[in-house]
């Protein structure tokens, strides 16, 4: 009987040892497992400090570039904002100066159109006293010039003396002084009329034409118009111009056709074998 309760204790005790040893191995590894648990959370630990330290000096980071960059863009602001005004306000100015250029062009124009009239009313001033000198020294010049001139007649009638004497250079002379010294007389048309006449004798037909004009034109109711006439046909004819000069002796015929220069006239335009026509 104690036998086999010995080989039961001994059965039971072997069970227990065969037992208790995968338990004592399997709390073995539990315990590894909680020391790298513990180890774990440990480093998770330490790494979540870490992490908080690394964003705490982030957001301080990102807080002071937050407010650099506020700082910065507020200062860029006012900056554009002054530069806007000033571009507004030298806007201004220049439309202001603008305006005061364009209304400085203006009164210069203004003023150099008044100039310009200033101007011409100085040259028409000076115009009008050089022509007044001018008349004055004339007027000076024929007095003096009337001062020592002989009277008309004297001066006429020596003229023609010489002229009906054949000193046709001397009376030449004197008929010009003559109407020199008094142009607008009575006499002055006798005056061209004898001219005319010397120079038709000497020859000088075109010169002789001249001074024939000078009769009818400004002396055409004087007692030597009708002869001028009669005389400057004539000189055409010597110039070659026919026609021209018949023409003059038919005016002849039509204005005095009851005088000798008249008979004269149809006398030559029938030699010319002209119609008198009058």
Do not use: W
């Not at 959370?41 to 960059?69: I, L, P, Y």
């Not at 571009?87 to 220049?94: F, G, K, P």
């Not at 003023?111 to 004339?138: F, G």
Request: with cysteine.
């Amino acid at each position: 009987m104690k036998t086999n309760r010995r080989s039961s204790v001994l059965a039971i005790f072997l069970v227990l040892c065969l037992g208790l040893t995968p338990l004592y191995g399997a709390n073995r590894d539990m315990v590894q497992l909680q020391s790298q648990v513990d180890a774990l959370q440990q480093q998770m630990t330490q790494m979540k400090q870490s992490f908080d330290e690394n964003m705490g000096v982030m957001k301080n980071m990102v807080t002071q570039q937050t407010d650099s960059t506020n700082k910065v863009a507020a200062a860029v602001n006012e900056l554009q904002s002054s530069i806007n005004k000033q571009t507004q306000d030298r806007s201004a100015q220049v439309d202001q100066i603008s305006g005061q250029i364009q209304a400085l062009n203006d009164t210069m124009d203004e003023l150099k159109v008044r100039l310009a009239k200033l101007s011409k009313q100085l040259e028409d001033l000076q115009s009008a006293q050089q022509s007044i000198a001018a008349q004055q020294s004339q007027a000076q010049q024929q007095a003096q010039t009337m001062a020592q001139a002989p009277a008309p007649d004297v001066l006429y009638n020596n003229a023609l003396r010489d002229y009906t004497g054949g000193k046709a250079d001397l009376a030449a002379q004197e008929f010009g002084d003559y109407l020199k010294f008094y142009p607008n007389t009575d006499l002055a048309g006798n005056s061209y009329f004898y001219l005319a006449e010397i120079a038709y004798k000497a020859g000088d037909y075109k010169k002789a034409v001249t001074n024939y004009d000078q009769v009818l034109q400004n002396f055409p109711s004087g007692n030597k118009a009708s002869a001028a006439q009669l005389k400057k046909g004539f000189a055409l004819i010597e110039l070659g111009q026919q026609e021209a000069g018949a023409q003059e002796l038919r005016h002849v015929i039509q204005r005095y056709p009851k005088t000798m220069e008249a008979t004269q006239a149809r006398d030559k335009l029938r030699k010319m074998g002209a119609a008198p026509r009058g």
